[in-house]
């Protein structure tokens, strides 16, 4: 089959069935095409949730498609593919966190939305990449645990002054590899460029861009800014959806070692099997994501305080 034809055999098979469809941004194109929602972490996980449909297919990595479950328990979630997982997520164990935790007895615990159930079940607050200063800004106690991204957790630092933020070992291997020394050779190469970065990436190289956001943040700043070249410090997937989205203008990823593999494992084909199991087939693909119910209460908490504790930002703004 032509990728046309699968697509229309994926649409077909979503409308007979009533299956949602959820895309992380890094995935390729030819599956944000056929994606009910698409974008950041958060956007997905709220889209989700408001979404009617009974069964939603995740197009990411694991700790997304968790997140997607803990928030529509009673919704059927499944994973494309079943080999997609987050470095940094798998990098902490909940014994990690416990001692962790150990060592800073006073300070609640903020997980970044990249960790497992078993860790979002030990902490306080999740916050996502878009939400993490604003949500940490309205939090009442000035001492706080930030796991597992050091380099997220560091910008929230440089962000909040007023806050002392305590930080573990752990990060994003993609974007942590990129150097302060990949920005001037970038800024050398693209002089005249904005320079747009994940706040997963090194203080050395946040402290040096022009905006740091979400993937989202990155797309949208992009879209509506009048200027017309930028350096991309996020997965390179983004700097070619910016090129579709906007002809007029240029995008350069900062370095091309900004691939993430485990989100470029998905592929169409995953897809059209996951909707197949989705469907009932015997045949199909993907993976049914299921959370032992006492684990799920408990890791829903976190995050049921990231909305409320959104919420309360906004007003405070
Ligand atoms: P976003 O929430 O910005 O999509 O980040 C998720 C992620 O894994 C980035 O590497
Ligand atoms: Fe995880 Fe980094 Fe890949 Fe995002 S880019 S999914 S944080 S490894």
């Not at 046309?4 to 098979?13: D, L, M």
């Not at 297919?57 to 928030?71: D, N, P, Q, S, W």
């Not at 962000?159 to 800024?187: F, M, Q, W, Y």
């Not at 390179?236 to 990823?253: G, M, N, R, T, W």
């Amino acid at each position: 089959m032509t990728i046309a034809e699968v697509q229309e055999k994926i649409r077909e098979i979503k409308r007979e069935r009533g299956i949602c469809v959820l895309a992380h941004s890094y995935q390729a194109r030819e599956i944000l095409e056929v994606a009910d929602y698409t974008g950041d972490s958060y956007k997905l996980s709220v889209a989700a949730a408001e979404d009617k449909k009974s069964i939603a297919i995740m197009c990411g990595v694991r700790f997304m498609a968790e997140t997607v479950k803990l928030l529509s328990p009673e919704k059927t979630v499944f994973l494309a593919n079943a080999d997609a997982g987050c470095p940094m997520a798998d990098g902490l164990s909940a014994d990690r966190l416990r001692a962790a935790k150990e060592k800073y007895p006073g300070s609640p615990v903020v997980c970044y939305i990249n960790t497992t159930a078993e860790v979002k079940a030990l902490s306080d607050v999740c916050v996502t990449s878009s939400s993490a200063v604003a949500i940490i800004r309205a939090m009442p106690e000035s001492e706080i645990l930030f796991v597992p991204d050091c380099n997220l957790g560091a910008y929230v630092a440089d962000s909040l002054p007023e806050k002392t933020v305590h930080l573990i070992n752990g990060g994003c291997p993609i974007h942590a590899a990129v150097s302060g020394a990949d920005v001037a050779a970038a800024r050398r190469a693209h002089p005249g460029a904005l320079l747009l970065v994940h706040p997963e990436c090194v203080p050395d190289v946040t402290r040096a861009a022009d905006y740091v956001g979400s993937t989202s943040g990155i797309y949208d700043y992009a879209v509506k800014s009048d200027k017309k070249e930028f350096i991309i410090g996020t997965e390179v997937s983004i700097a070619e959806h910016l090129q579709y989205a906007c002809p007029d203008k240029k995008f350069y990823p900062l370095t091309k070692k900004l691939m993430c593999h485990n989100m470029k494992l998905t592929t169409l084909m995953d897809l059209y099997h996951c909707l197949v199991a989705a469907s009932g087939g015997s045949d199909g693909g993907g993976e049914q994501i299921t959370i032992e119910p006492s684990l799920m209460t408990d890791a829903r908490r976190c995050i049921d305080e990231m909305i409320r504790l959104g919420e309360k930002g906004k007003d405070n703004k």
